[in-house]
């Protein structure tokens, strides 16, 4: 184990695994701890290491591993955009925590795979753009924060901006009474005249960014999916002798997931590591995301039939693993847009 993760470890045990249930079930948002990680190095612009990051965070709590990973796709839309006063601005403080961000490009992936119109509209102003339209869920925001969009221009072309929580006319209303991740800090953003100034435009051919992006954005949430199943392979070891060792008789078992886990671990480390130099195939990418998000369903699922009734008690660590392994088949890109995409490439 690396000096790092050795210091991961020891972050996650004293700071975050007391919190989890107050995070899981009272829905309190652990900014702190996102500013602590940011204060630590954490962050880094590389999809391999915020993968790892993710991670080992989910092995935790998958609540917190998402707001990190929206802190991490906020940081590569910065990184990998052209506008050089963003880059002066906000890269360091987003990496060292000093600023959270999060990333409204839902609407944008799902209108990418031909799902849903683009809902914000910006008009060209001499100093930017005005931007109307809603954006239904964007977690990890809080005072001061900024998050990534996509927005049509009135050309039909698409452009990217990162946009302060505090601006004028962004109103932010919380959106929780999910299932789990209620403690993501997640708002509905209205956005009404809101005046954006140029130098907040991270790229007027959002296409070719987001196409750049994509890989990376996609292969660190396969974290979450490696962290939650490794939760709940660990807790079905630690239940293999149980009454007998009746869970003998399961279908399925603990050897064949900790495999398939093996497998994607292996393939995700190695496409992010390539997609750093932008040679991955996008259908390797949208498989192993696709196959991350059934994994995890697998494993939490295994994990309660090991558990039996002790599991089913609201606020077991299972049954919050079952809701956690949910929030990866509906995040976007949800399993029905994944298996969508699989079919159009080739
Ligand atoms: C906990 C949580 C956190 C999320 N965080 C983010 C994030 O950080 N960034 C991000 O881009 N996406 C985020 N999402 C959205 C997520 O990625 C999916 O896009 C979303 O769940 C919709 O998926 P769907 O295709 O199944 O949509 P649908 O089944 O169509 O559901 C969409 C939901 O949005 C509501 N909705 C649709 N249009 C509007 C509208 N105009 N105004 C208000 N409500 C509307 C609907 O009532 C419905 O509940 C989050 C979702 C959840 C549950």
């Given at each position: ?24 079930e ?49 940081i ?50 001499p ?9 239904p869920?964007v ?59 140029q ?47 009746v ?35 996008f ?16 494993a939490?699922?295994?994990e ?35 298996e ?7």
């Open positions: 184990m690396t000096i790092e993760s050795q210091r991961l470890q020891e972050l996650l045990h004293k700071h975050l695994r007391p919190r989890v249930k107050e995070i899981d009272l829905g309190r948002y652990p900014g702190d701890f996102l500013r602590l990680l940011g204060e630590e190095g954490f962050y880094s612009q590389s999809p391999s290491d915020n993968l790892k990051l993710i991670r080992d965070v989910a092995t935790v709590c998958v609540s917190t591993a998402f707001v990190v990973w929206c802190q991490t796709a906020a590569s839309f910065v990184s990998n955009g052209t506008s050089d006063e963003l880059k002066q601005e906000l890269l360091s403080s987003l990496l060292t925590g000093e600023v959270l961000g999060g990333t409204g490009i839902s609407n944008a992936m799902k209108f990418y795979a031909g799902l849903e119109e683009l809902k914000l509209v910006g008009e060209k102003t100093t930017g753009y005005c931007l109307h339209g809603t954006l869920f977690s990890n925001l809080a005072p001061h924060s900024w998050f990534a969009v996509v927005f049509r221009t009135e050309d039909n072309q698409r452009a990217i901006a990162l946009v302060p929580t505090d601006l004028e006319g962004v109103n932010l209303k919380e959106a929780n009474g999910f299932l789990g991740l209620n403690g993501t800090a997640t708002y509905s953003c209205q956005f009404q005249n809101v005046h954006l100034s130098k907040y435009v991270v790229s007027e051919q959002a296409d070719e960014l987001i196409a750049k992006i994509r890989p990376g954005f996609l292969l660190t949430q396969v974290g979450l999916a490696l962290g939650v199943t490794r939760a709940s392979l660990d807790s079905m070891n630690n239940l293999q002798d149980k009454q007998n060792a869970n003998q008789f399961l279908k399925v078992q603990p050897t064949s997931l900790e495999n398939r886990l093996q497998r994607l671990t292996d393939l995700v480390e190695q496409l992010s590591d390539r997609s750093a130099i932008a040679t991955v195939s259908r390797e990418v949208v498989e192993a995301r696709l196959e991350s998000a059934y994994l995890a369903m697998d939490a699922q295994a309660m039939l090991h558990a039996g009734a002790a599991g089913y008690v609201a606020g077991s660590h299972t049954s919050r693993r079952l809701r956690e392994s949910l929030f990866l088949a509906v995040v976007t890109p949800a399993v029905k847009q994944l969508k995409m699989l079919k159009s490439l080739s």
